[in-house]
């Protein structure tokens, strides 16, 4: 009698080796109600990766894919396959929700994790005619670009901020952020309030990973909860609109998810809450991918757990990118906060159909939900729609007594790394950085292989192995 194998084989894919960065084969199975990559290295021998812990939701991903939206050109051929020729290249499927440009290596923090390996030692920022640069091209590239997130480094430190902000603003950009630590935000009330002349159409992106000092000690190296309170303080003073946005390691800050949450509904300036697990590339102290590492649906999990607020249908994979992430949208009302997401026909956010929502309740409050989520645009409003912030949200009508600060976002973003790399993800990434070169190359990949010194091992790794996969 011939054996079972212990799994279920259900996909194939392309990963690669996390020693070596070699391409390989790899297998998606189902083994004790998780999800695994199962993968082997003819040098490094095999791995097995856990990818999720709830099958449903993995394949209910696969049923939230539309259309893939394309850039207005690609930056880079097709030689080598993915992920050695980023690009963009025309095999990509996504054009840039999101790109990142960053304008600076330097940091006043030397956080233990840091994708960007950014510290106070690095003394180097992106010149204007270099910023300028990278700019024509993202704007080339998207001829109006949803959002582009200036970074770093900690991009307040740049002796040019508010010029660069005026460069970005000057062009068809729909949303600007700003990524920071918020140490210039807490200690310089006049730069907060310079910041908020820039609204609207502007956001910071404040980094808040937990209310502890023990884990802000271990991801940031310092204890940072008087820095957040001072920060926050300023930014509700000028309603300056805020994502928080929190880095999970596991067993460290993932048991505050709710609280981050509430926070965050009670706070004039926030807009919502990215969490983002790490990402196992750049500067990782103290961080071991085996035991602390957090997959998606293990966050979307702790959100329902803990949030008091988002059940499972009102935390959906978003269709530009599923496997990465993840929504859910909340309206602040005077009755309370009520969940949106699931009020949605999902096809809306797979053909563009106009809303049909099903919701029981008061009717007045019904019509002013239906009216949020029209596709009757205002052009008069001054608030932003969602689908400018995220490509594959439905069009919002956002009407005086229903603004841009009644909506509240949580968003799961998970960024692939060496071991749990899938290459029909990758394809799908719609956040992106700006290569000083003018290159456009997702985030994932970058970070692997494409920033600073790596690409001089990339080079290798596509005389070796370019022309395998």
């Known amino acids: 009698m011939p054996k079972n194998r212990p799994y279920l084989f259900h996909e194939l894919t392309n990963s690669i080796c996390s020693t070596c960065y070699r391409k390989l084969e790899a297998k998606i199975v189902f083994q004790d109600e998780k999800v695994y990559l199962l993968k082997r290295c003819p040098t490094h021998g095999p791995e097995k990766v856990l990818i999720s812990t709830d099958i449903e939701y993995y394949k209910r991903c696969r049923e939230f894919i539309k259309p893939s939206e394309m850039p207005l050109r690609w930056n880079t051929p097709i030689r080598y396959g993915c992920p050695y020729d980023c690009g963009l290249c025309p095999d990509h499927e996504q054009h840039s929700c999101l790109t990142l440009l960053e304008i600076t290596d330097q940091c006043n923090l030397e956080c233990p994790i840091c994708y960007a390996e950014s510290s106070p030692k690095r003394q180097t920022w992106r010149s204007l005619a270099q910023i300028e640069k990278m700019l024509d091209a993202i704007v080339t590239n998207e001829g109006e670009p949803d959002i582009i997130q200036i970074s770093g480094g900690e991009p307040t430190t740049h002796p040019h901020f508010f010029k660069i902000l005026d460069m970005v603003k000057s062009r068809p950009v729909k949303h600007i952020m700003v990524n920071t630590n918020g ?236 071991y749990d790399f899938d290459v029909r993800s990758v394809k799908k990434s719609c956040v992106h950085i700006a290569h000083p070169d003018g290159r456009i190359i997702p985030f994932d990949t970058y970070n692997l292989f494409y920033r600073d010194e790596k690409e001089k091992r990339l080079k290798e790794l596509q005389a070796l192995y370019g022309n395998e996969g």
């Open 183 to 418: 140490l210039r935000i807490a200690s310089d009330r006049k730069f907060v309030k310079q910041l908020a002349s820039y609204l609207p159409g502007f956001e910071i992106y404040l980094q808040f990973d937990s209310f502890e000092a023990e884990a802000l000690e271990d991801l940031r190296g310092v204890d940072l909860r008087e820095v957040r309170k001072k920060a926050i303080q300023h930014l509700n003073e000028f309603n300056l609109s805020t994502t928080l946005v929190v880095t999970l390691k596991k067993g460290l800050n993932d048991q505050e998810i709710g609280k981050i949450i509430q926070y965050g509904l009670k706070q004039k300036a926030v807009r919502g809450v990215t969490f983002q697990p790490i990402q196992a590339a750049g500067r990782l102290n103290s961080y071991d991918p085996a035991t602390d590492r957090l997959t998606l649906s293990e966050v979307r999990q702790m959100i329902i757990d803990q949030s008091e607020i988002f059940q499972a249908e009102d935390m959906l994979p978003v269709p530009c990118h599923p496997d990465a992430l993840a929504m859910g949208y909340a309206l602040k009302t005077d009755e309370g906060v009520i969940p949106l997401t699931g009020l949605i026909d999902p096809d809306i956010l797979l053909k563009g159909r106009r809303n049909t929502i099903v919701f029981e309740g008061d009717e007045e409050l019904k019509a002013r939900i239906f009216e949020l989520f029209s596709t009757n645009h205002s052009p008069h409003s001054s608030a932003l729609s969602l689908k400018q912030l995220l490509c594959c949200l439905p069009l919002v009508s956002t009407p005086e007594e229903i603004g841009y600060d009644r909506v509240f976002r949580v968003i799961i973003m998970q960024f692939l790394d060496a």
